[in-house]
């Protein structure tokens, strides 16, 4: 679905005033692309939780200084639970993203792939082009394609294989393409081989990780009930208490793993925020900038991420 009006049909001459367009206006110009001076960024995760557990914190803040932020899911999640499948999970899993957006104040998409079925298609990576060509993306964030699932993998090459061709003016011609290249990031993991993730980027959450386990606590069929795999032993409680003692394991364990990246990154978050300061961060959420794709000055990371103190 193409969700910003800005995008359209665009004809043969349109193409051709798009590529001088291109050409004229490839450099760098400021910090955020449209007109109102509001950054846009689109989020891309495998599944219906995916993105919102990764971005969360950035987004809230982003969203709270008035800028756009889109998350996509390019799988409906639909085989995620170890008893519902199918039509009713992914109908869940696209209203519990739905609650995630609004707490957070962004937008969420939810492409009808199957979960688990993902493949790296020209038919898919169009449709990722388009995407990030309809947000009129300035920074675009998704999986590294080393992830331990096909499907966050694939994300991660759909999303690598769009971040030149958004500039192509005759690849999918029928969304304008972009006149400057986004930056491209990837989202925090644990997978060494063949290279470990790098915090090239690392910002301090602690205002908003209410919020972030907020979104935690509204994706209840993953992360309450364990989504396929991680179902609690002995089953779901049924009772009050115990159901208020699972809502504090989820709670405690998200809260945990949400402050392990602040301590993997305490080096580069003192880069960012001077050592004091960043002794005191308890939260964060970190991001690799990709190879692909513009590759910004640390003044320019500050101007996309404008939540980081100025030094
Ligand atoms: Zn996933």
Request: some cysteine; glycine content about 8%; hydrophobic content about 40%.
């Amino acid at each position: 679905m193409i969700s910003d009006p800005r995008a359209g049909k665009m004809c043969l001459g349109l193409a051709l005033a798009a590529l001088a367009a291109f050409v004229a206006t490839a450099a760098w110009v400021g910090p955020a692309a449209a007109a109102d001076g509001k950054l846009r960024i689109i989020t891309f995760g495998a599944h219906p939780d995916d993105c919102e557990l990764d971005t969360a914190g950035v987004a809230a803040k982003w969203a709270a200084l008035g800028h756009k932020v889109k998350c996509v899911s390019v799988t409906n999640g639909d085989i995620g639970h170890s008893v519902i499948a199918g039509g009713p999970l992914a109908l869940r899993r696209r209203a519990e993203s739905q609650h995630a957006a609004r707490i957070l104040g962004i937008e969420t998409e939810v492409l009808d792939n199957h979960d688990g079925e993902l493949m790296v298609t020209l038919e898919n990576r169009r449709r990722i082009a388009r995407l990030i060509r309809d947000w009129q993306a300035d920074v675009v964030i998704s999986h590294r394609p080393n992830d331990y699932h096909p499907d966050h993998r694939y994300t991660g090459v759909l999303v690598m294989d769009a971040a030149y061709m958004v500039q192509v003016p005759f690849f999918t011609p029928e969304v304008p393409p972009l006149t400057r290249n986004p930056v491209f990031l990837f989202s925090e993991d644990q997978f060494q081989k063949p290279n470990p993730f790098s915090g090239d980027i690392v910002v301090g959450i602690d205002d908003v990780v209410d919020k972030k386990l907020a979104v935690v606590e509204a994706m209840e069929s993953q992360f309450y009930e364990g989504g396929c795999c991680d179902v609690p032993a002995g089953g779901m409680p049924q009772d009050a208490a115990g159901k208020e003692a699972r809502r504090k394991q989820v709670h405690d364990f998200f809260a945990s793993r949400f402050a392990a990246t602040a301590d993997r990154f305490r080096s580069r978050l003192a880069e960012y925020y001077g050592a004091d300061r960043a002794a005191g961060i308890k939260y964060a959420e970190a991001f690799e900038i990709c190879e692909y794709g513009r590759q910004p000055t640390k003044e320019e990371v500050r101007q996309l991420f404008p939540f980081l103190p100025s030094r």
